[in-house]
Nanobody
């Protein structure tokens, strides 16, 4: 049984930092893309970042570029999201996702939730002003 388990969320003041982790078990994703999405109350799930197994990074909106960094440790089957200079609008549940296919796809493919086969349960990030 494949599981993705996120950790590292919490309450932080604006301007602070958090590092989210997502550990996968049940299969290896060393040759698969993994990504992060977030969802605020009443809103649709939003793409944050993804990372190809080859190391290529894809980021979502301009609001996270330069502040968020995605990385991965294939040996640990883990993907990370380093978030800096956090803002109240970053408040959301953050979800880790993994693509079950290992073939090449365009960047836009990885921005869509439907492209991912496995999801974590989410971790809450709350940024106070």
């Amino acid at each position: 049984q494949v599981q993705l388990v996120e950790s590292g969320g919490g309450l932080v003041q604006a301007g602070g930092s958090l590092r989210l982790s997502c550990v996968a078990s049940g299969r290896t994703f060393s040759r698969n893309a993994m990504g992060w999405f977030r969802q605020a109350p009443g809103e649709e799930r939003e793409f944050v970042a993804a990372m190809r197994w080859t190391g290529g990074r894809i980021y979502g909106s301009d609001s996270v570029k330069g502040r968020f960094t995605i990385s991965r440790d294939n040996a640990k089957n883990t993907v990370y999201l380093q978030m800096s200079n956090l803002k109240p609008e970053d408040t959301a549940v953050y979800y880790c996702a993994a693509d079950g296919d290992s073939g090449y796809a365009e960047n836009s493919y990885y921005t869509r939730p439907a492209s991912y086969d496995y999801w974590g349960q989410g971790t809450q990030v709350t940024v106070s002003s």
